[in-house]
């Protein structure tokens, strides 16, 4: 690849974990995992059925225990470790899978299933197993805990960090993901105005494709590590 790439700005989406046997939200039925987005992923729905969020969650959170990284996950983790640039990657992920993989230089946009939020001072901490609703946090005390997730409507995490890897990015790649979801939707036409070299990788082109000076279609167990190899070449 070409030789003038330094900095890079990897984007991950759900597709990226399909093959691990994780579900990407746009089922032929447009439910997710059986739910509507609206009753199990916003905070107004946190607030009329607490439980109903937290147990959707909490089966998410359980199979993880049941899946594994993919070779994608393992082929950026690769890169992650011998890039000598700087290197970030952005998963809109909550899954565990990148950093299982061995990713260091990642950012959980929306969040991450095994942590969980206090609603009342905002603490996070590392959660692995169920969370019942009415878990009082170690630092306030009160029963505020909740998934640490960024449901519709709220933002997402470090924001700031991230645009600014963006806009020093050489080469933008986005993998696996629809292209829907804003902010991380707009991250490539950002990456564009700086003049990064703008890379995508989905098994169907997304919404965003034409922001995209390219774009290969296929399976990401099969397409990351062949980019990963041409970068390390
Ligand atoms: P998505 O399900 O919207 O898109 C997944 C993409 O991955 C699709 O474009 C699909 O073609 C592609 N894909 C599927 N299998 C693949 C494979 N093996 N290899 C490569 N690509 C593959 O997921 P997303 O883009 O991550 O969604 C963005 C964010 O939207 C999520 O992080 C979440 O916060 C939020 N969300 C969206 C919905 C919704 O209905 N749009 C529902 C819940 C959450
Ligand atoms: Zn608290």
Redesign the pocket.
């Given at each position: 690849m070409n030789p003038d790439i330094h900095n890079i700005v990897i984007l991950t989406?759900?597709?990226?974990s399909?093959?691990s046997g994780l579900a990407?939200?746009?089922g032929p039925d447009g439910l997710?995992e059986g739910h509507r987005?609206e009753d199990v992923?916003t905070p107004e729905a946190l607030a009329r059925d607490e439980a109903l969020v937290h147990r959707f969650y909490d089966e998410r959170r359980a199979k993880l225990a049941e899946v594994q990284p993919n070779a994608a996950h393992q082929a950026l983790a690769a890169l992650d470790a011998q890039w000598p640039g700087d290197l970030l990657i952005v998963t809109?992920?909550v899954d565990d899978l990148h950093e299982r993989a061995g990713a260091t230089r990642l950012i959980h946009m929306?969040g991450e299933l095994k942590s969980a939020l206090c609603a009342a001072c905002g603490k996070a901490v590392p959660w692995a197993a169920a969370l019942p609703p009415g878990t009082p946090c170690d630092g306030c005390r009160k029963p505020a805990l909740r998934p640490d997730i960024?449901f519709f409507g709220e933002m997402p995490y470090e924001m700031d960090r991230i645009d600014a890897a963006v806009r020093d990015a050489d080469l933008f790649v986005s993998?696996?993901?629809?292209?829907?979801?804003y902010p991380?939707a707009g991250f490539v036409q950002t990456a564009r105005h700086v003049g990064a070299r703008t890379l995508e990788?989905?098994?169907?082109p997304?919404a965003g494709s034409i922001y995209f000076h390219e774009t290969r279609l296929?399976?990401?167990?099969a397409?990351v590590p062949d980019l990963v190899r041409e970068l390390l070449a």
């Open positions: 989406g759900a597709g990226i399909a093959e990407t939200f746009r997710w987005v992923c809109q992920n929306h960024v993998i696996g993901t629809s292209g829907a979801v991380a990788l989905n098994l169907d997304s296929g399976p990401a167990s397409l």
